[in-house]
């Protein structure tokens, strides 16, 4: 350490936001240079390349071979797959010298297919996949959490090329088994969910999240173990309801009516039920949406859903991709003179407005909780008025059902084996089934046994590298700094001389060098000028999993404490057993991340 490139900080930098973020940058690991931009210093990198050796070795378990491509790309194969647009401002794209246009890669499906094709011919070539370990360009529209939403960021991405779906599948599980050693080994917890597939197409996908109350996803598990992101959840179908009892439509006055609980009020007032008081779901709100298309145009669109649910942005999103959602300003409604702000009713929407001959009616989507049948409160589409008894299917349809509500806990799972748990996650890798998405569209088929030319299947399956070292921060910290698993910490020992006596000095450096004709890995504190109080809260900042102290101790009774950074009591072993000692406690260690 009296040689490391290494400055720890006493304070958190006032900018971040995480833990993890706010530890790494504190002890030295990284620097950030820009927002969502960063550097790796020694000691980071060092835990860097060795979660990357863990990829690489469940990589290889599985047969995946490395390759590694550039990161500016042009810009026609994206053009192709029209992933240059629908991307959007999400990628960072620059011209050359002649005016050429040119993307930092996102992703990178497009060039691995048109690799493979260029290489491959024949079904005998495949199976194959192909991964790669590379820097990924996002120009994210809010750069957070440290690594965990960087601009700049480290993922492996892989590739799997086979001649029909079988084959697909197979490499599929084949991968997410590797996923899950590659987490167990990492000491990351993860849960397997269900997930949307976005503007990277395809069938099936799932994502990996680490379960952190930081993270962006919300994901939800029912009763039977099954887990989605809510974003790729389905409302289970409802029945249709017999509305051949409900009245006609009629109005109501709600003069001073600004929220769902002022409606239930004045209906409980003016217009009351014999079953039982109107409650909020009765209500059908109307939500007015600015819908972003990925070249920067906008639209104005509107979701219904009952009165007792809040809208979800990104629900709504998944459904409508690669729309863009916000919710439309006072401005953006005014361009619509037909829908009155607070009153928005179905009758001034969709198939409605335009069987009533508006000429460009605005779109109308159905969150999947309203059943065919059931009769609704909505705005009557003038000032002060809401409408009762209005029946979807009898009165009024959509442009399209679609999930656009949050779901609450207690609703039904889609496996019917209870109601819904939800939790915040990170996510730390997807896996996609993306079938012939990208091999269709640059035209990659392969001879097969018959000579006949049959379309590739591919998949893709990323984990981000990066963002994955923030969340093993996110799990193994305390008050006092980073407590890194065994596999990927930096050093396995932080062996403080604790003194400047001759005779600790020369025991450390003896102590050193026993673990290291071990194998150990350590990181030697060897300052001479710090003060041994500076170098404990150093060792805890930094984490290395057993911290060894030679000092006062070894003078008075010839011995070495021996702790572990995440806890139980510190041993004090005689020197010249503290080396073996040592080493047991890191075989111990690593033994708890064997996943063979
Ligand atoms: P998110 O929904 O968090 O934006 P994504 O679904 O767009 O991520 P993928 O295209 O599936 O990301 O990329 C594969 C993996 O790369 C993700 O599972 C994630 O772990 C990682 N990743 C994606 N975006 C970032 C980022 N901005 N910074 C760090 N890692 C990222
Ligand atoms: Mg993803």
Redesign the pocket.
């Known amino acids: 350490m009296s040689s490391l490139f290494l400055r720890t900080l006493r304070d958190a930098p006032a900018d971040e936001d995480i833990d993890s973020a706010k530890l790494l940058i504190r002890a030295g690991y990284i620097r950030k240079e820009a927002p969502g931009v960063f550097a790796w210093l020694p000691l980071g990198l060092r835990v860097l390349n060795k979660i990357e050796g863990i990829v690489r070795e469940e990589m290889a378990s599985i047969g995946a071979q490395e390759v590694h491509l550039p990161a500016l790309l042009p810009r026609e194969p994206y053009e192709t797959t029209h992933r240059w647009e629908e991307y959007g401002d999400n990628i960072f794209k620059l011209k050359d010298r002649h005016q050429a246009d040119y993307l930092l890669a996102p992703?990178h499906e497009e060039m691995f297919t048109l690799l493979a094709k260029n290489m491959y011919s024949s079904y005998k070539d495949l199976p194959v996949t192909l991964y790669q370990i590379q820097t990924k360009y996002?120009d994210?529209a809010r750069p957070r959490a440290g690594?965990?939403?960087?601009?700049e960021?480290i993922?492996k991405d892989a590739y799997s090329f086979t001649c029909d779906e079988e084959g697909l599948k197979e490499c599929y599980r084949q991968e997410r088994a590797a996923y899950e050693r590659v987490y167990q080994r990492l000491g990351v917890k993860y849960i397997i969910v269900h997930a949307f597939s976005?503007p990277?197409g395809g069938s099936e996908s799932e994502?990996f999240l680490a379960p952190l109350p930081i993270g962006?996803d919300t994901f939800a598990q029912s009763p039977a173990g099954k887990a989605w992101n809510v974003e790729a959840l389905k409302t289970p179908a409802l029945s249709d309801v017999d509305f051949s009892a409900t009245p006609v439509p009629f109005d109501v006055a709600t003069p001073d009516a600004g929220s769902i609980n002022d409606i239930v009020t004045v209906l409980n007032a003016q217009a009351p039920r014999s079953d039982r008081a109107w409650q909020a779901g009765d209500t059908l709100k109307n939500i007015a949406l600015t819908a972003h298309y990925p070249d920067g145009h906008a639209k104005l669109i509107v979701v219904g859903l009952p009165g007792d649910r809040e809208v979800d942005l990104k629900r709504v999103e998944a459904c409508l991709s690669p729309l863009e959602m916000s919710l439309a300003t006072d401005e953006e409604l005014a361009q619509h003179p037909e829908l009155v702000k607070g009153f928005i009713g179905p009758m001034a929407l969709g198939p409605q407005a335009k069987a009533a001959g508006v000429e460009r009616p605005v779109e109308y989507y159905l969150d999947a909780h309203i059943a065919k049948g059931s009769a609704w409160v909505s705005g009557a589409n003038t000032v002060g008025r809401h409408t009762l008894n209005l029946v979807y299917g009898r009165d009024f349809i959509a442009d399209g059902v679609i999930e656009a509500s949050q779901l609450n806990p207690g609703d039904m799972s889609p496996d019917g084996s209870g109601p819904l748990s939800f939790q915040r996650g990170v996510?730390?890798?997807?896996v996609f089934q993306l079938g012939r998405k990208y091999t269709d569209a640059f035209g990659f088929t392969v001879l097969d046994e018959n000579g006949k030319a049959v379309p590739v299947w591919m998949g893709s399956y990323?984990?981000?590298v990066?963002?994955v070292l923030a969340c093993v921060v996110e799990f193994h910290h305390d008050g006092k700094g980073i407590m890194w698993p065994v596999t990927v910490a930096p050093a396995q020992v932080h062996v403080v001389m604790a003194g400047r006596s001759d005779a600790i000095v020369s025991e450390a450096e003896e102590f050193v060098s026993q673990l290291s004709s071990k194998g150990i890995e350590v990181l030697f504190d060897d300052r001479r000028k710090i003060r041994p109080g500076v170098k404990f809260n150093d060792a805890e900042l930094l984490g290395m999993p057993v911290i060894a102290v030679v000092g006062r101790d070894f003078e008075q009774n010839g011995t070495i404490e021996l702790r572990l950074r995440d806890g139980g009591e510190p041993q004090v072993v005689p020197a010249e057993e503290a080396a073996g000692r040592a080493k047991e406690m890191v075989d111990h260690l690593l033994s708890q991340y064997d996943v063979n």
């Open positions: 992703t996002r994210e690594l965990i939403r960087g601009r960021f993922m976005g990277m994502e962006e996510e730390i890798g997807q990323g984990i981000g990066s963002r």
